[in-house]
């Protein structure tokens, strides 16, 4: 479906804040006008829930997450920040592995499997698009990902 991403993330964080997490803070670095997209938005809620969600489980001291999304040629690329525990340099390409947790013990205290990482990525790249992380072990992660925009007629 044809979808404009800048309202649809709008909407997606709308609903995050209203579990309003304590301590947490989203900041929205978002275009002012319409980015038309192609998108299954079932699978892209997916992919971006498996993220902000992330980014909060993975904050314990709370902090802001900032969610930016801006253009790049023809692709627009959003980006997911967190000031939370992070993720040791060696690890950082790993996380998008399945079953793969960078702390077993802790990750086992936090609950999950493993695998929101893997179907996000892989939903990511049947879109056509490309995902990877940036992290500072002890200073918070940002996840990258991008999107086509929506062909033009005649192209
Ligand atoms: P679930 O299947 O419930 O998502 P999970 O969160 O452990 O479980 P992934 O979302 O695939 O699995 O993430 C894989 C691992 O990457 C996590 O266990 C965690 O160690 C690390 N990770 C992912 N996102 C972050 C983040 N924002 N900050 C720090 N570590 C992260
Ligand atoms: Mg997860």
């Not at 649809?8 to 709308?14: K, S, V, W």
């Not at 997490?21 to 192609?38: A, D, G, S």
């Not at 690890?91 to 990750?107: L, M, T």
């Amino acid at each position: 479906v044809q979808t404009d991403l800048v309202q649809f993330m709008q909407d997606i964080i709308d609903r995050f804040e209203m579990l309003q997490h304590e301590h947490l803070r989203f900041i929205r670095n978002l275009p002012e006008r319409k980015i038309m997209v192609q998108i299954d938005t079932d699978k892209m809620t997916q992919v971006v829930d498996n993220v902000i969600s992330n980014a909060i489980k993975y904050s314990p001291e709370g902090g802001t997450i900032t969610i930016a999304a801006s253009l790049h040629g023809r692709k627009i690329k959003v980006s997911i920040a967190d000031q939370g525990v992070g993720i040791p340099k060696n690890n950082v390409s790993k996380i998008f592995d399945r079953f793969f947790r960078v702390d077993r013990a802790r990750s086992r205290d936090l609950g999950g499997t493993g695998l929101g990482l893997a179907i996000t990525k892989e939903i990511v790249l049947a879109h056509g698009g490309d995902i990877w992380a940036e992290s500072e072990w002890g200073q918070g992660t940002t996840i990258h990902f991008t999107l086509p925009l929506k062909k033009v007629k005649g192209e």
